[in-house]
């Protein structure tokens, strides 16, 4: 919708004596649901002269407030501080709050619903392209072969995994009411509560930045008895056999022959090389042996 220079003029001095925009849209004689509509369009010429009509206003009050102050007044020192604990709250929940996540919700939300770009880059306005092609194809119950398929030979730039990954990511973003696990939801929540948590540390609130802290944890199970675990090893039932014959476990046995001529000719005390043999069962262990081997 066009105006003339005068009715944004109109605009901003109505907004000024805060008029709404039904009653604006009287005094300007157009129709109401045409002027709503464009009022709420992105980047709506006649929602930013509202906005600056009522700022500008609230700018010219500040600034009369701010001498009276200066002179002394503590009425209005102290609505300077109030205004400046507002916007100092209003900016640090704006850094907290601010989700880029939800931020490209929105702006796919304003382009598949009024072909809205915006800003947007053109690689992001090509991805919500692909997203919104396979919403269409699915809704008219296309198989999700048919669909991949398709945006293979509508971008065939793109892989068959890739375009399967659109097509996951479609039906993501397209049925918002898949239930959540109960685990995700309580780390959203805890998430939550930590942001606001840090705002009322900010504020020097610490009793409820206190409190919120401790709800954030007891969301995220801090402090509750863990479960019983039973080892792995013990439910690991596999047999286990012990062996003193190496080709039961495929490895081949030794000539005893050459172990004792290598065991006779090393650089030791006989009584040692009979105890080798002895071990790796070369020759027999008398009995009268047995103790003093093993003292």
């Given amino acids: 919708m066009q105006l003339s220079p005068e009715q944004y003029n109109d605009i901003e001095q109505l907004a000024a004596i805060n008029y709404s925009i039904s009653q604006i849209s009287m005094y300007l004689d157009i129709d109401y649901n045409q002027f709503h509509q464009a009022f709420n369009e992105p980047d709506s010429p006649i929602r930013y002269h509202y906005d600056r009509g009522k700022l500008i206003t609230q700018a010219e009050i500040d ?161 509750k008895d863990k479960p019983n675990e039973v080892p792995d090893e013990l439910l690991d039932r596999r047999p286990v056999f012990f062996t003193m014959k190496l080709r039961e476990i495929g490895i081949p046995e030794i000539n005893r022959n050459e172990l004792a001529s290598l065991i006779d000719n090393l650089p030791i005390s006989e009584r040692q090389k009979s105890k080798f043999k002895r071990e790796a069962m070369i020759e027999d262990v008398p009995f009268e042996f047995m103790d003093h081997d093993q003292e």
Avoid: H
Wanted: contains cysteine.
């Fill in 63 to 223: 600034k009369a407030n701010l001498k009276r102050a200066k002179d002394g007044n503590m009425t209005s020192i102290q609505q300077w501080k109030k205004d400046a604990n507002f916007q100092n709250l209003e900016n640090l929940k704006k850094q907290v709050f601010y989700d880029k996540q939800q931020s490209d919700y929105e702006q796919l939300q304003g382009l598949i619903e009024r072909g809205y770009t915006g800003n947007m880059p053109e690689k992001t306005v090509l991805y919500y392209e692909q997203v919104d092609f396979i919403r269409c194809l699915y809704n008219k119950y296309e198989s999700k072969s048919y669909v991949i398929n398709a945006v293979v030979v509508q971008w065939p730039n793109l892989s068959k995994y890739q375009a399967t990954q659109l097509y996951y990511e479609s039906l993501n973003f397209f049925n918002l009411d898949n239930p959540v696990k109960v685990e995700a939801w309580a780390n959203i929540y805890a998430d939550r509560l930590d942001n606001m948590s840090r705002i009322c540390y900010e504020l020097n609130d610490f009793e409820t930045a206190r409190r919120l802290t401790m709800d954030s944890a007891k969301l995220r199970g801090v402090g």
